[in-house]
């Protein structure tokens, strides 16, 4: 009865193939065929923080990166920052309505219609919207930025200009192979700046050993490295943290990131190791074993001298012999 089962399955899986080969050959019968279709879905995610345009006492003007995938942006922001804060659930207390573009300058506190504060810190966020509605589930990085005190009298009773620009590299000077001059576009803070130098070539990384603020130049330091610079060479050098006079640090991207290329003629802290002074010669005779004939001479005469010093002493210790055994 087993038997008889499988024969008759095989025997109408055969009949139902069959008639599938003779439908798409003579083109009658459907032939249905499976789409198999897949979603793509596109990150909605900014990946790194806005970027500071300009600032005054009562506004911040921002710009990011565009996402491909958004048809909108909006900015968050508050007083504290949500990146380091210890709460899990914080968020940010404003935000801007829905923009379409990628840049913005904010006047207000969106809870309190309030303008913002003078030398106050601000931090920003920026989330993404596509054509749906849906926001990005996760915030851009946190920017910080402290707006521009209002009046502020520096030491001298002059009133200080409002800076309207980011914190940047102006310029990179090589002074020899272990000290670079790094000037900046505005005065800098007292705070500690930070540096890493990378060589282009092999992106090997330049040890970096001091960096200490121009004593006569608010807007520059000087960089000391540990391994020497190459002769005619190409190096990158990023700032990793520095802040301007209001306290403002420097922003990832250009403003931080300057090439700079030595001359062929570097100059070297380490002087180069200068050829020994040519041997004597008598001492080049002494150590290569090969004596001068006026030093063998000397030896010479030295030789007889001492047997005559020797056969007189004998010949005195001779007679004193002789007379004490006359007296005897």
């Known amino acids: 009865m087993s038997y008889t089962k499988h024969l008759v399955a095989i025997t109408i899986l055969s009949t139902v193939s069959l008639s599938s080969l003779v439908s798409a050959a003579t083109g009658s019968g459907t032939v249905t065929t499976a789409v198999t279709t897949s979603t793509t879905?596109?990150?909605?995610?900014?990946?790194?923080?806005?970027?500071?345009?300009?600032?005054?006492?009562?506004?911040?003007t921002l710009e990011w990166d565009k996402v491909a995938?958004?048809?909108?942006?909006?900015?968050?922001?508050?007083?504290?920052?949500?990146?380091?804060s210890k709460d899990p659930n914080a968020?940010?207390?404003?935000?801007?309505?829905?923009?379409t573009t990628t840049g913005t300058t904010i006047t207000k506190l969106s809870t309190s219609n309030e303008k913002l504060s003078p030398s106050t810190p601000y931090y920003f966020s920026v989330v993404a919207i596509d054509s749906t509605g849906k926001e990005s589930d996760t915030y851009s990085d946190e920017l910080m930025v402290m707006t521009d005190a209002t009046n502020t009298t520096t030491g001298t009773g002059?009133?200080?200009?409002?800076?309207?620009?980011?914190?940047?590299i102006k310029d990179i000077g090589v002074s020899d192979d272990k000290t670079l001059s790094l000037s900046f576009n505005m005065p800098l803070a007292s705070d500690s700046v930070q540096v890493k130098i990378t060589k282009t070539s092999d992106n090997s990384d330049v040890v970096v050993g001091?960096?200490?603020?121009?004593?006569?130049?608010?807007?520059?330091?000087?960089?000391?490295?540990?391994?020497?610079?190459?002769?005619?060479?190409?190096?990158?050098?990023?700032?990793?943290?520095?802040?301007d006079t209001m306290g403002n640090n420097i922003q990832e991207g250009v403003s931080?990131?300057?090439?700079?290329?030595?001359?062929?003629?570097?100059?070297?802290?380490?002087p180069a190791l200068t050829a020994a002074p040519e041997m004597s010669a008598s001492w080049s005779a002494s150590l290569s074993g090969v004596v001068s004939a006026e030093s063998a001479t000397k030896v010479e005469t030295g030789a007889k001298e001492n047997v005559i010093v020797f056969a007189a002493l004998l010949l005195s210790l001779g007679?004193?012999?002789?007379?004490?055994?006359?007296?005897?």
């Open 69 to 84: 995938s958004a048809s909108a942006y909006i900015v968050k922001y508050s007083k504290s920052s949500v990146a380091t």
């Open 256 to 270: 931080g990131i300057k090439e700079f290329t030595t001359t062929e003629a570097l100059k070297l802290t380490t």
């Open 41 to 60: 879905t596109t990150s909605l995610d900014v990946k790194s923080a806005p970027r500071l345009v300009k600032k005054a006492a009562d506004s911040v």
């Open 158 to 168: 002059m009133v200080a200009a409002s800076s309207n620009t980011a914190l940047a």
């Open 210 to 243: 001091t960096v200490v603020n121009d004593a006569t130049n608010p807007n520059s330091v000087t960089v000391t490295t540990i391994s020497p610079l190459s002769a005619s060479s190409s190096y990158t050098l990023t700032v990793l943290t520095a802040k």
């Open 319 to 328: 007679i004193v012999y002789i007379y004490r055994r006359k007296l005897i």
């Open 91 to 99: 968020q940010y207390d404003n935000e801007t309505d829905s923009l």
